[in-house]
């Protein structure tokens, strides 16, 4: 059986839009879900007069910042992962402590 490739500009799963597919679409209804828990809180409780836009304000700019940050760009890859993967990167690497030594040369001595 032949294997057909797939041109770079045709995604292989379902997107909403453009790089932001499945995946991205629940992790942004979780943070955005938990936003909208503590403005409707923040909105029950508060005397605020303003309280109902500041609610609906934070919920869609967590929404956009969301979406901005979940969004696999051309590179197919998103803020998110890049963040990940420097953290795993940074973990995987060696840590080498060096002992440094002073040492006084000849030429230094003769000048005091």
């Not at 932001?20 to 029950?44: D, N, Q, W």
Request: net charge positive.
């Amino acid at each position: 059986m032949k294997k057909l490739t797939v041109p770079e500009n045709i995604p292989l799963r379902w997107e909403l839009f453009r790089g932001f597919g499945t995946p991205e679409l629940i992790r942004t209804g979780i943070i955005t879900g938990i936003v909208l828990a503590g403005s409707i809180l923040f909105c029950m409780v508060s005397t605020w007069e303003f309280k109902l836009m500041a609610a609906t304000l934070a919920v869609i700019f967590t929404m956009f910042i969301c979406v901005n940050f979940f969004i696999k760009m051309d590179n197919n890859q998103s803020m998110y992962l890049f963040l990940k993967r420097g953290l795993r990167y940074r973990r995987e690497q060696q840590t080498f402590w060096y002992k440094r030594e002073e040492r006084i040369h000849a030429s230094s001595e003769r000048e005091t």
